[in-house]
């Protein structure tokens, strides 16, 4: 209901159902049937209710194809969890963000909940990753945790793309230091 409701996207019933079918398609895999929460790290589980060793969800699967087969909402949805304006208070962030409570829910329990951090045997892709970013930012570290949604690529060029001219591209990896 969410995502269809939503005005600020291009998902209809149609493309709704199709992301549907594509997620039923995904989670009859191997490789998506392994995935199991693994919350040791960082304890999330208690905050997410989601115990250490449950199956990834349909709904899970769900929220990462809408955020990576439709722009708009993707960039609508990205905007939600920063300030638009200097000075911008939380309260309005969180409000932006909560017309997308259920896309974000799905999306940081997939991240955190399911998301290997490069420590189960199969590590999945390994970096560099690049990200283009439109505007000039500063980085404070060179060890740094993303904690709201970020578009990468590991095509440096892509990348270039989205930096366009005035812009800048991060590049990441994901090893761990031990």
């Known amino acids: 209901e969410?995502?269809?409701?939503?005005?600020?996207?291009?998902?209809?019933?149609?493309?709704?159902?199709?992301?549907?079918?594509?997620?039923?398609?995904?989670?009859?895999?191997?490789?998506?049937?392994?995935?199991?929460?693994?919350t040791d790290e960082w304890d999330d589980s208690i905050n997410f209710e989601i115990e250490d060793g449950e199956p990834i969800l349909l709904c899970h699967i769900m929220s990462i194809l809408f955020y990576t087969d439709f722009t708009e909402l993707s960039t609508s949805f990205s905007k939600t969890f920063r300030r638009i304006e200097a000075g911008e208070s939380l309260q309005s962030v969180k409000e932006r963000n909560s017309f997308y409570w259920w896309l974000s829910k799905y999306i940081i329990e997939t991240v955190n909940c399911y998301g290997n951090n490069g420590e189960v045997e199969d590590k999945g892709e390994s970096g560099p990753f690049f990200s283009g970013l439109g505007v000039v930012i500063f980085v404070e570290s060179f060890r740094i945790r993303l904690c709201g949604p970020t578009s990468t690529t590991k095509e440096i060029l892509i990348a270039q793309n989205f930096a366009k001219q005035n812009g800048i591209i991060l590049q990441m990896d994901n090893q761990k230091d031990d």
């Open 2 to 38: 969410e995502i269809l409701t939503n005005t600020d996207n291009e998902v209809g019933v149609e493309q709704f159902n199709e992301t549907q079918v594509k997620a039923q398609q995904f989670m009859k895999t191997k490789r998506m049937k392994k995935i199991k929460c693994a």
